[in-house]
Structure formats: structure tokens, C-alpha cells
């Protein structure tokens, strides 16, 4: 298992674990943990990016909305995605701003193999933490 | 089972019957009234224990009524547990996507035909490619029909009554659907463009997870009565459809539930799991979300029926005629993640309630204004599917599941295993074939969804029904046993 994310026991869901060095780099690895719910992403080449940038209250629905947003742009643009890139994550007194890119390529059924279809983001049991060298987050997405 | 979760789980609840167990209102800080949990001794011994949890975090809520309650079927899910139904006051309780679910206005519908086992049996395998063929299913999967914003506005306002309208179907699917297929009130500005943009492409579409078309046969009739209202015969093909509002439903949830965490804040509302954001029920945002809401539950009856539409084309194809003279009309159709407005009898009084079904199928007690005439003096049809392989289940509702569930049922089996663990511990092929020896085909759009939704990582559908039926929520009336199954 790669050492970006581990999945976690949950009944109906798709729960996991992410880890980075940065805030930026554990917003990177929680989409592309929830991504591998999906899809099998080793299956997805890095032809096409596109730009986010979100604003939120706080750092939980700024996770929350990074989620939603991949899961859009997937959905309405048929682009699977393989690498997220996080140029951008502040914080201040206005709230919390993200500036990313997501990396992949148009869905093509004969080459990409599909796991189980992501819902959406949850605020269940969200954690956004600290640890010793770096970042953990804890997300279930609804499947 | 562990002996730990038995200990833990029965020392907390207290029994108040053979099936009902009382979540004690002391359990959790903040309870307002005391959780019901609706469960078999053996069925409780595999709950765990954070769905009572879930259970005793919905009591919290302010404006619940009588009690926080988990059908037989229930399980760990987000926000609410899975199976989990609340009520409350229309003007002192809240509104909660956390009580409806992403994919709102998930549901089943049950359609009956006049052809039997044998005719069937020699043309399933041509059946099954041609429905597969037919119903786009899968992760991203778009529709043939493109509708434009005015048409998607026309759907999320009258439901079914649209496709009718434009040649899907007949006026008697309007009337054999929950509500009519149709919920007034629903406000498309309340809608965004994003959601707009999902729901576009897939109208008509299965989507994927526990999501199923299934050809099935009535193997046992329970209730020789009912089963001649809802029109089942042993032996008689029928056609189950399980699926949502796909992405349409999926982002207007997402939307509002936004909306409704900052509201929870501006409230003072505590909430035990952010993903119970809610808001006062006359409050703008959740009256805005509850309009949104609305718009995801006409669009996913259109969706069911569509994909009926286009199962009877292929019928018809298979057995050359027409689906009519094919009997193949709708049974009932029934949603199990929605928030409805209904009035209930508490405590002497009628009430208007904000009923949340979570996983939880509603059922209505027979002579109730709401239900098709057809069905008004025999009770609603309530339609539980069981697991990939394992046997459905069609009942009819009571007068008493008003008053001890607020007119609900439990929705299906329930999973046990993670799909995590069942990827691990199952193998797709390995599956398709011992089902395959059962006489069940199966097709699906990946051989590990077949193993994440394999029997076994579902509480038994019959277990489930019986403690339903033992309750008197709602009575056994027929089994229907599969034959063919398409997952997405």
C-alpha cells in the first residue's frame, strides 16, 4: 500500500487516512486517496490539467469543498485524474483559500479501471491534524 | 460476532420488547428524547456499536419527536446511521441533509409482467446483454437523452408527470409511485448550476455501488389477498429497479449542506457530527435546502422511470410484444432517502412533522389519503430488495407502523462488511460463478464490484423482514427470488 494514504474498516463507506509534510501535500494525498475509490489511478496518464481555487470558512469545508470540486469536475468533464497538485493553502482572518491543479485525462472505459463510484465528500468523522513531521487527514466519502 | 460487542451492546440498551430496544435517554449528553432501535436479539448482536452512536447523536437535535429510531436493516453510516428515521415539529424542529443522504430520493421500484419462470429462463442470457446494453450503469456513465435547462426544470417541478408528458410511460405509473412520483414544492432556483450540470446527462442512468436491475420471479406468496391487489402470482417474472438522483441529487446536497453548516453555527445549534448540519425548519436555509431537495426527488422518479421505460423496450424486443400485453405494469415504487412534510398523530395531537427516512422506507397505513386508490383499502405496497442473490421481499403496511415508527420500514438488508474487507477477503469470479450454479446471472461493469456487493457482505434480507413483519410495521405479502442481476 502506498505510504500517501490508507484505507480504513468502514461498513458502507469508503474511509480513510491521508498523510503529507505540508498542508498542502496531505490536501494532495486526500484526493488522490479518494480518487483510488474510483479508480485504479496507475491506469491514468497526466495529460490534462485543470485549475482550482477555492474559498471556505475554515479548514474542515475548505477539505470538504476540494472533494466536492474534484468529484464535479470528474463528473460534468468525464476527466479522470491521477495527480493533484497543491500550489496554495492559506489561512487569515478572512478564512481559508486554496489554489490547486488536477491532473489527468478524458475517461476512456477500455483503459481505465473503474473501482466503486464515489457519492460525495462527508464531514463524518473528519480530522484535519498535526502530527509529529507533518499532516494527517481523516475523511469518509459516501460510495 | 465478538463477545465484546455483544457485552457492550447489550449493556446500554434497554429491552422494551421482543424486537424494540431503547437507546436510554442518559446515554449521550444533550438527548431530547430516547433512541428505538428495531432489532432481533441476533441482529443487535452485529450492530455496532457506533450506529448507536448515530442513533442517540440524531435525539440530540432539537424539535425530535417521541423517539430517534433504526430499523432492522440499520447500520454505521454518516451523519444519521443507515436505517435511521426522525421526526420533527414543523415549526420548533430542524431540517437535516444528514437525515435524507447524498443520494436523495434513493429507491426501488417493482414491476410486474404476465410472463412466468419458463418463459424466461431460455432468453435470460440475451435479455441481460440487451438491458445491459440499454441502461447506461457505471461509474460516469451519461444517458442518451439530453435534456435542456427548461426541460430539467419541468422535471425537478412535476416528476413523473413530465415523462409522461413526453412519451415515457403511462398515467397509471404516475399513480402507483410514492407521492404521485411528484412532490409539490420543490423550487428549481433553488438548484445550482452545478448541480444542473450533473443531473443533465444522466437522467436514465443506474450509476453504480449497491445501485441494481434485476429479473426476478415470485417464488412464495405469504398474503393470497394483497399479493392479488398488488397484482403477484407465483411464478410471475417481475423487474426491480434500485437507484437515485445520481449526480443531480449528490451535489444539491453537497450544496446545501454547506449552507446549512454555517447555518447550525448562526442557530447556536450543537451538533454531537458535523454531519448533521441543520437548521430551524421555517428558517430560509433549510426551507431553501428542503425546495433543493425536492427538485433531487422528482428528478430521481424520472430517473426510475426512464430506466423502466427503456426495460420494457427491451421486453418487448425479447418477446416481441407490446409491454402491455407483456402486463408489464408498475407494482409501486418507493423512496428510501428522502425528508417529507407529513402529519402524524403525537401524543393525542395532529402534528405536522419534517419525517426524515434515512435508508427507511416509508408505509403508510392502509385507508391513508395518500396511497393510490388500487391500494387504499389492502395498505402500501413496501418493497424491500435484498442483497445480489438473495431473495426481495414485497409487504404490505399496518396501522400500527404510524404509531410506532411514524409510518416507516426498513429499506433492505444492510451490509455487515466493509467493501473494503470484501474486495480483500472475495473474489468477483469466484462469486459470479457460485451464483451463476444458484441459476443467477450476473453482469456487471467490474468483476470487484461483484465482490463488494456480494451476499455475504449483507445481513440476511429474509432476518430483516421477518423482524418487520414480527413488529407488525409492515406484513410479508410475497418473495421474489432473482434470476438476472446488472450492477453498475
Known amino acids: 500500500m ?16 491521508a498523510y ?19 479508480i485504479d489511478t496507475s491506469t491514468v496518464s497526466t495529460k490534462i490539467s485543470r485549475e482550482i481555487e477555492l474559498n471556505s470558512e475554515d479548514m474542515e469545508s475548505l477539505l470538504f469543498n476540494w472533494l466536492s470540486e474534484i468529484l464535479f469536475v470528474f463528473e460534468v468533464e468525464s476527466i479522470v485524474f491521477a495527480k493533484f497538485i497543491v500550489d496554495k493553502l492559506e489561512q487569515d482572518e478572512d478564512g481559508c483559500r486554496l489554489f490547486a491543479r488536477a491532473v489527468g485525462e478524458e475517461i476512456n472505459l477500455s483503459k481505465h479501471k473503474f473501482g466503486t463510484e464515489v457519492k460525495a465528500a462527508t464531514y463524518n468523522g473528519m480530522m484535519i491534524e498535526k502530527m509529529s513531521g507533518g499532516w494527517m487527514i481523516q475523511a469518509t466519502v459516501d460510495t | 460476532m465478538s463477545e465484546e460487542n455483544e457485552s457492550s451492546v447489550f449493556n446500554v440498551l434497554k429491552r422494551i420488547d421482543d424486537n424494540i430496544w431503547e437507546v436510554p435517554i442518559d446515554y449521550m449528553p444533550g438527548m431530547r428524547v430516547p433512541g428505538r432501535i428495531f432489532v432481533s436479539e441476533h441482529l443487535l ?3 455496532e456499536k457506533e450506529t448507536i452512536d448515530q442513533v442517540a447523536n440524531v435525539a440530540t437535535l432539537p424539535g425530535i419527536l417521541k423517539y430517534s429510531m433504526a430499523m432492522p436493516d440499520a447500520h454505521l453510516g454518516y451523519g444519521f446511521s443507515i436505517g435511521g428515521v426522525a421526526a420533527f415539529d414543523k415549526e420548533t424542529g430542524v431540517i437535516s441533509p444528514g437525515g435524507v443522504g447524498f443520494d436523495i430520493n434513493c429507491g426501488v421500484r417493482l414491476i410486474r409482467t404476465n410472463l412466468s419462470e419458463n418463459d424466461v429462463r431460455p432468453k435470460l442470457s440475451t435479455l441481460l446483454d440487451d438491458l445491459f446494453e440499454a441502461i447506461p450503469t457505471g461509474v460516469g456513465s451519461k444517458s442518451r437523452i439530453r435534456v435542456s435547462d427548461a426541460e430539467l426544470d419541468d422535471i425537478f417541478v412535476n416528476g413523473v408527470q413530465w415523462a409522461v408528458d413526453n412519451g415515457y410511460g403511462v398515467k397509471a405509473d404516475v399513480d402507483n409511485c410514492e407521492s404521485a412520483g411528484k412532490i409539490p414544492g420543490a423550487d428549481p432556483s433553488k438548484v445550482s448550476i452545478k448541480a444542473r450540470k ?7 442512468t443506474l450509476g453504480s455501488g449497491n445501485h441494481f436491475l434485476e429479473v426476478q420471479y415470485v417464488d412464495k406468496i405469504y398474503d393470497e389477498e394483497a399479493a392479488s391487489a398488488f397484482g403477484l402470482r407465483e411464478g410471475q417474472i417481475t423487474f426491480m429497479i434500485h437507484c437515485g438522483s445520481r449526480g443531480a441529487g449528490h451535489q444539491i446536497c453537497t450544496d446545501h449542506l454547506q449552507v446549512l453548516t454555517q447555518a447550525s453555527r448562526k442557530y447556536n445549534i450543537t451538533l454531537p457530527d458535523k454531519q448533521l448540519a441543520c437548521a430551524p425548519a421555517q428558517s430560509p436555509e433549510a426551507q431553501d435546502y428542503f425546495k433543493a431537495m425536492l427538485c433531487a426527488a422528482n428528478y430521481a422518479w424520472v430517473n426510475r422511470h426512464v430506466i423502466m421505460h427503456w426495460t420494457r423496450e427491451v421486453f418487448e424486443k425479447t418477446f416481441a410484444e407490446e409491454f402491455g400485453d407483456l402486463g408489464m405494469d408498475l407494482v409501486y415504487d418507493v423512496a428510501h432517502n428522502i425528508a417529507k412534510l407529513e402529519e402524524h398523530d403525537v401524543d ?15 408505509a403508510f397505513a392502509p385507508g391513508h389519503p395518500d396511497l393510490p386508490e388500487v391500494y387504499r383499502t389492502i395498505g402500501q405496497p413496501v418493497i424491500i430488495p435484498g442483497s445480489m442473490g438473495t431473495a426481495s421481499y414485497v409487504l404490505r403496511s399496518t396501522k400500527e407502523s404510524m404509531d410506532i415508527s411514524f409510518g416507516s420500514a426498513c429499506h433492505g438488508a444492510g451490509r455487515v462488511m466493509s467493501r473494503k474487507s470484501a474486495k480483500r477477503d472475495l473474489q468477483g469470479e469466484q462469486i459470479r460463478e457460485e451464483l451463476s450454479l444458484k441459476g443467477i446471472q450476473v453482469r456487471a ?5 461483484i465482490a463488494e456487493e456480494a451476499p455475504e457482505v449483507y445481513k440476511s434480507s429474509s432476518e430483516v423482514v421477518d423482524v418487520v413483519h414480527e413488529l407488525g410495521i409492515a406484513t410479508k405479502v410475497a418473495r421474489l427470488l432473482p434470476m438476472g442481476v446488472i450492477k453498475g
Open chain 1, 20 to 38: 503529507g509534510k505540508s498542508l498542502e501535500e496531505v490536501f494532495e494525498n486526500a484526493a488522490f486517496a479518494m480518487f483510488n475509490v474510483m
Open chain 2, 198 to 204: 450533473r443531473g443533465r446527462p444522466q437522467l436514465g
Open chain 2, 445 to 449: 461493469s467490474q468483476p470487484s464490484l
Open chain 2, 348 to 362: 393525542g395531537r395532529k402534528t405536522e412533522v419534517y419525517v426524515h427516512r434515512k435508508g427507511a422506507t416509508r
Open chain 1, 2 to 17: 502506498d505510504n500517501r494514504f490508507e484505507y480504513l474498516e468502514h461498513t458502507a463507506d469508503a474511509k480513510f487516512r
Open chain 2, 45 to 47: 448482536s452485529i450492530l
